[in-house]
């Protein structure tokens, strides 16, 4: 922050562990392993004033695009980029517009997917609110390219900033005669309307987007004919969620080799990420495709709060799947995450700690696509709430080894036969969690333990003797009466009693944490079945070996 062209001291970003501000952003470690293309424009002009975009070099791209290019041109030059859908698919942009080009039939139709339901997830958020017109200025070139005039902005409901943000940059643009008829005077013709979605999670899926915007229940098609050929009314139409169109711009201005010198031989440009969970520094990050996951968590993220140990990070939204502290040093990349059971996915990055139990996060991530399932095909419909009545059994203690065969086999079927990507990547948290962390399941079904101390009915609740001063604040507090003692003196908790809500552990004093979590008795008992015992109950066959 300078004031008459001199730094001011007291503005500066001070890290939480230095004494000395850091002048420069580029300086501070959050951002400096970071490329900033999609977000270049993030609280450096104001959203809702096109001449600040246009101060930075806002519509340049559009200008060039209409005076001096052909479609064949743009989509040559998208092509040359090697720009790849940002959506969850990485299906190659250029390709897909060209086919649409190609596609018999007219009016041709453009859509941004605006519509992101991932749990954790803001990336298209942020760009909405903070650079509207980078999207609409991509929309536009688009449209040129495949000769379209009219586009849909599908924003979902929840998000009323971004649709703002859209509705007031819509104007501006038309106004400036950016949008509309005859746009910069070179005769061509293309408007853009804004959808708002209702928030079912399964909108995101393109064909089910489709439907939405006709006015019809959110219902996923059969593809082929894929939308590019047959999309909105029958029409030829290109869909692109929101990070893709804005790339579009600065490809076209800057170049396609510019584009293409960034990233990795199949996976070029950057990513945006929403980075949260168990870590010192959350929000969005864009960074180079190829940077590795050790990279990410670590010199951006600034590590695991505490001092804890990473445990794995789920990459790809619900849909994803988790990646193990082993392959920290991974690329991040389509092929290399693919290739360890996971997705990039629209870009949602959740990271676990050792306290994170996996058997509980698949079953987390299950219920969520089974209840966000539209219902409209068996496999998913019935697959993925099946998978989560299996993984609810585990987590009390009642799972078997007949139980991991089940998964293993219910989870390749779910995935082949579902109709949408929702079924179709729905099962990749238990394939992944089952091939990273396959003795959590065992543990949970042998030894009736959860070593994460998460799931409720294979734990307990016990205050150390040691450490109790009898300060009556878990008495007090437990709404069952199952705490006993006086003060001064040691309390006791009635395991009987319990119902394990843990507000004992909340309010015990950091310094004193006399309450502690601890596996009941049944575990560990005699009987357990032995290794060889569980290797024969729980072969390990299957997709997620």
């Given at each position: 922050?300078k004031?008459?062209?001199?730094?001011?001291?007291?503005?500066?970003?001070?890290?939480?562990?230095?004494?000395?501000?850091?002048p420069?952003?580029?300086?501070?470690?959050?951002?400096?392993?970071?490329?900033?293309?999609?977000?270049?424009?993030?609280?450096?002009?104001?959203?809702?004033?096109?001449?600040d975009?246009?101060?930075?070099?806002?519509?340049?791209?559009?200008?060039?695009?209409?005076?001096?290019?052909?479609?064949?041109?743009?989509?040559?030059?998208?092509?040359?980029?090697?720009?790849r859908?940002r959506?969850?698919?990485?299906?190659?942009?250029?390709?897909?517009?060209?086919?649409?080009?190609r596609?018999?039939?007219?009016?041709?139709?453009?859509?941004?997917?605006?519509?992101?339901?991932?749990?954790?997830?803001f990336?298209?958020?942020?760009?909405?609110?903070?650079?509207?017109?980078?999207?609409?200025?991509?929309?536009?070139?688009?449209?040129?390219?495949?000769?379209?005039?009219?586009?849909?902005?599908?924003?979902?409901?929840?998000?009323?900033?971004?649709?703002?943000?859209?509705?007031?940059?819509?104007?501006?643009?038309r106004?400036?005669?950016?949008?509309g008829?005859d746009?910069?005077?070179?005769?061509?013709?293309?408007?853009?309307?804004?959808?708002?979605?209702?928030?079912?999670?399964?909108?995101?899926?393109?064909?089910?987007?489709?439907a939405?915007?006709?006015?019809g229940?959110?219902?996923?098609?059969?593809r082929?004919?894929?939308?590019?050929?047959?999309?909105?009314?029958?029409?030829?139409?290109?869909?692109?969620?929101?990070?893709?169109?804005?790339?579009?711009?600065?490809?076209?201005?800057?170049?396609?080799?510019?584009?293409?010198?960034?990233?990795?031989?199949?996976?070029?440009?950057?990513?945006i990420?929403?980075?949260v969970?168990?870590?010192?520094?959350?929000?969005?990050?864009?960074?180079?495709?190829?940077?590795?996951?050790?990279e990410?968590?670590?010199?951006i993220?600034?590590?695991?709060?505490?001092?804890?140990?990473?445990?794995?990070?789920?990459?790809?939204?619900?849909?994803?799947?988790?990646?193990?502290?082993?392959?920290?040093?991974?690329?991040?990349?389509?092929?290399?995450?693919?290739?360890?059971?996971?997705?990039?996915?629209?870009?949602?990055?959740?990271?676990?700690?050792?306290?994170?139990?996996?058997?509980?996060?698949?079953?987390?991530?299950?219920?969520?696509?089974?209840?966000?399932?539209?219902?409209?095909?068996?496999?998913?419909?019935?697959?993925?709430?099946?998978?989560?009545?299996?993984?609810?059994?585990?987590?009390?203690?009642?799972?078997?080894?007949?139980?991991?065969?089940?998964?293993?086999?219910?989870?390749?079927?779910?995935?082949?036969?579902?109709?949408?990507?929702?079924?179709?990547?729905?099962?990749?948290?238990?394939?992944?969690?089952?091939?990273?962390?396959?003795?959590e399941?065992?543990?949970?079904?042998?030894?009736?333990?959860?070593?994460?101390?998460?799931?409720?009915?294979?734990?307990?609740?016990?205050?150390?003797?040691?450490?109790?001063?009898?300060?009556?604040?878990?008495?007090?507090?437990?709404?069952?009466?199952?705490?006993?003692?006086?003060?001064?003196?040691?309390?006791?908790i009635?395991?009987?009693?319990?119902i394990?809500?843990?507000?004992?552990?909340?309010?015990?004093?950091?310094?004193?944490?006399?309450v502690?979590?601890?596996?009941?008795?049944?575990?560990?008992?005699?009987?357990?079945?032995?290794s060889?015992?569980r290797?024969?109950?729980?072969?390990?066959?299957g997709?997620?070996?």
């Open positions: 922050m004031t008459k062209g001199r730094p001011v001291k007291s503005l500066m970003y001070v890290p939480p562990d230095g004494k000395e501000p850091v420069k952003m580029k300086d501070i470690e959050f951002f400096k392993h970071q490329r900033l293309i999609v977000l270049r424009n993030r609280g450096r002009i104001d959203p809702e004033r096109i001449d975009y246009i101060a930075y070099d806002g519509y340049a791209a559009l200008a060039r695009a209409l005076t001096e290019m052909t479609p064949e041109g743009i989509i040559a030059e998208v092509s040359a980029a090697g720009l859908g959506g969850g698919a990485g299906f190659p942009t250029g390709a897909k517009w060209a086919v649409c080009r596609a018999p039939g007219t009016p041709r139709y453009l859509v941004c997917n605006g519509d992101e339901g991932d749990p954790g997830a990336m298209d958020r942020s760009v909405l609110e903070t650079d509207p017109h980078a999207v609409i200025e991509g929309m536009v070139i688009g449209a040129k390219a495949v000769g379209a005039a009219k586009g849909f902005l599908y924003i979902r409901n929840e998000y009323p900033l971004a649709l703002a943000c859209m509705e007031t940059a819509i104007g501006q643009a106004e400036y005669g950016l949008l008829t746009i910069l005077g070179t005769g061509f013709d293309f408007d853009v309307e804004v959808v708002r979605g209702a928030g079912a999670f399964v909108s995101g899926e393109e064909t089910a987007l489709l939405s915007i006709e006015g229940r959110a219902y996923p098609r059969q082929p004919p894929y939308p590019a050929e047959r999309g909105l009314w029958g029409k030829p139409t290109v869909i692109n969620n929101v990070e893709t169109w804005a790339n579009v711009p600065s490809i076209i201005r800057r170049g396609a080799a510019w584009f293409a010198g960034l990233g990795t031989a199949t996976s070029k440009g950057t990513k990420f929403s980075l969970g168990k870590i010192n520094n959350t929000g969005l990050v864009e960074v180079p495709m190829g940077i590795s996951l050790r990410i968590v670590y010199g993220g600034g590590g695991i709060p505490g001092g804890r140990d990473f445990k794995a990070v789920q990459i790809g939204g619900p849909s994803g799947g988790c990646i193990p502290k082993a392959l920290l040093d991974l690329p991040v990349d389509y092929e290399s995450l693919k290739s360890a059971g996971g997705m990039m996915g629209s870009g949602g990055m959740i990271v676990m700690d050792e306290d994170t139990c996996m058997v509980d996060i698949a079953l987390y991530f299950l219920r969520f696509a089974g209840e966000e399932s539209c219902g409209k095909c068996t496999p998913c419909r019935i697959g993925t709430r099946e998978m989560a009545r299996v993984l609810a059994r585990i987590t009390k203690g009642d799972g078997t080894g007949d139980d991991l065969i089940k998964l293993e086999s219910l989870a390749p079927t779910v995935k082949q036969g579902s109709l949408c990507g929702l079924g179709q990547t729905a099962p990749n948290p238990v394939l992944t969690t089952l091939r990273y962390f396959r003795d399941y065992e543990a949970h079904i042998f030894d009736k333990r959860c070593p994460a101390l998460v799931c409720k009915d294979l734990i307990a609740f016990a205050i150390d003797p040691a450490a109790c001063v009898g300060c009556f604040l878990c008495k007090k507090a437990c709404p069952t009466g199952a705490i006993s003692g006086e003060a001064g003196k040691v309390h006791v009635d395991a009987k009693a319990c394990k809500c843990g507000i004992c552990l909340n309010v015990c004093p950091p310094k004193v944490r006399a502690r979590k601890t596996t009941p008795a049944i575990a560990g008992a005699a009987g357990s079945p032995t060889s015992t290797a024969a109950a729980s072969p390990k066959t997709e997620g070996r």
